[in-house]
């Protein structure tokens, strides 16, 4: 796995914006799929979004799709998720993880992956209503 550090979190009012980043180490990341994960208090971590190698393919959650947008520059080893018209229902702990080689970005990988470890520490997502 890729080690990753999530950064970017912190507390927002209700239709506010946030930007999360993701720190890649490691000399695979311009290969792998990178995706989005959040885990709320008491739910499962679900997979909030995913982008494949070179950022031409991407997949939303329906929770989240038209609100959040995912990118990434490999040049930098970076992912990020800008987060628009935040809710209180996104409140969550954020990570990221690497997916798998190339285009592997699909609901079914974040769902696989989402289930597996390990995990960077996050980053906290607070939205207040």
């Known amino acids: 796995q890729v080690p990753v550090v999530e950064s970017g979190g912190g507390l927002v009012q209700a239709g506010g914006s946030l930007r999360l980043s993701c720190e890649a180490s490691?000399?695979?990341?311009?290969?792998?799929?990178m995706g989005w994960f959040r885990q709320a208090p008491g739910k499962e971590r679900e997979g909030v979004s995913c982008?494949?190698?070179?950022?031409?393919?991407?997949y939303y959650a329906d929770s989240v799709k038209d609100r959040f947008a995912i990118s990434r520059d490999n040049a930098k080893n970076m992912l990020y998720l800008q987060m628009n018209s935040l809710k209180p229902e996104d409140t969550a702990m954020y990570y990221c993880?690497?997916?798998?080689?190339?285009?592997?970005?699909?609901?079914?990988?974040?769902?696989?992956?989402?289930?597996?470890?390990?995990w960077g520490q996050g980053t906290l997502v607070t939205v207040s209503s």
């Open positions: 993880a690497a997916l798998g080689p190339f285009d592997d970005c699909s609901p079914l990988r974040l769902q696989e992956r989402s289930g597996l470890d390990p």
């Open positions: 490691g000399s695979t990341f311009d290969e792998d799929a």
């Open positions: 982008i494949n190698w070179s950022g031409g393919i991407s």
